[in-house]
């Protein structure tokens, strides 16, 4: 299915690795061009470099930017204009999960955990929206997690930001509908992800194969489909919601969890 992304311009936050790096890939291979950011410049260099390589550096763009800093979420924007002259996408997938319970989640835990969710969007929204308003067919994404609809306590302050985007990108597709822009969420189940990588190196029990470990961790959470995500996965969504072929869907939050909802 050909998704009419060919020609435009998608930017994505948290471009580096994962998800990020999964949709950057899959944009490329669309036939768009593609503009990542995160905060660590070696990460930038090697990722712009690799799909550079791959897909024609005059179709990549990286840059280092904490998109916690309004300034540098600007400096990347003049960026992507100067190079591209347009931007027609902006994936929102910046973002961490932070693992406590509330007895030991602190007042700065809080404010650094809400800090990050809500301004990870509302800088990067704010700073491509007068280039999205210019485009035809202009889509935001937002990728949330599971967390917003199915709350967890090891993962409390995570949860209750969660909630609260996805409550945002409501908004944002009804604030910006009138000017044609939509706006839709994913909802993340467990992915494999370096994180989960990081856990299955210090938790496996001796001589565990990694399929092994993350079938028992599926079968902990209570996946369904009996395995975690892969990157790849979600990233085929953010692509088609993005694309001129889900047109006319906005406001929307698809669940990619394997199944683990539990409301219908």
């Known amino acids: 299915m050909d998704l009419g992304l060919g020609g435009r311009i998608a930017v994505v ?31 930038v260099a090697a ?26 979420v600007t400096r990347f924007s003049d960026a992507v204009a100067a190079r591209f002259g347009a931007v027609d996408i902006l994936v ?3 973002g961490q999960a932070r693992m406590a319970s509330f007895a030991a989640t602190s007042d700065a835990d809080w404010r650094q955990e809400l800090e990050l ?27 949330n997690a599971l967390l917003a609809r199915q709350p967890e306590t090891r993962l ?14 409501k908004s944002l597709s009804l604030d910006l509908a009138a000017k044609n822009i939509r706006v ?6 467990l992915i494999r992800s370096g994180q989960w990588e990081r856990r299955y190196q210090a938790q496996a029990a001796p001589g565990e194969s990694r399929e092994a470990w993350f079938a028992e961790i599926a079968r902990d959470r209570d996946i369904p489909l009996g395995r975690l995500g892969l990157p ?24 990619i969890s394997g199944g683990q909802a539990h409301q219908p």
Do not use: Q, W
């Not at 890939?25 to 036939?31: A, C």
């Open 232 to 255: 790849e996965e979600p990233a085929a969504a953010i692509v088609f919601l993005a694309s001129p072929r889900a047109a006319y869907i906005t406001g929307a939050a698809l669940d």
């Open 156 to 169: 409390v302050a995570t949860s209750a930001a969660r909630a609260g985007v996805l409550s945002l990108a």
């Open 13 to 43: 936050t948290g471009g580096t690795s994962g998800i990020g790096m999964e949709t950057a890939r899959l944009f490329l291979e669309e036939g768009a061009r593609i503009a990542i950011c995160s905060r660590d410049a070696d990460r």
């Open 117 to 143: 969710k809500f301004f990870g969007i509302i800088h990067p929204t704010r700073a491509f929206l007068p280039l999205l308003e210019r485009s035809d067919a202009a889509a935001i994404v937002c990728v």
């Open 184 to 189: 839709n969420s994913i909802l993340l189940g």
């Open 47 to 72: 990722a712009t470099r690799a799909l550079g390589d791959r897909f024609g550096a005059d179709r990549v763009l990286g840059l280092a930017c904490d998109v916690l800093a309004p300034e540098a």
């Open 92 to 94: 929102n997938n910046a």
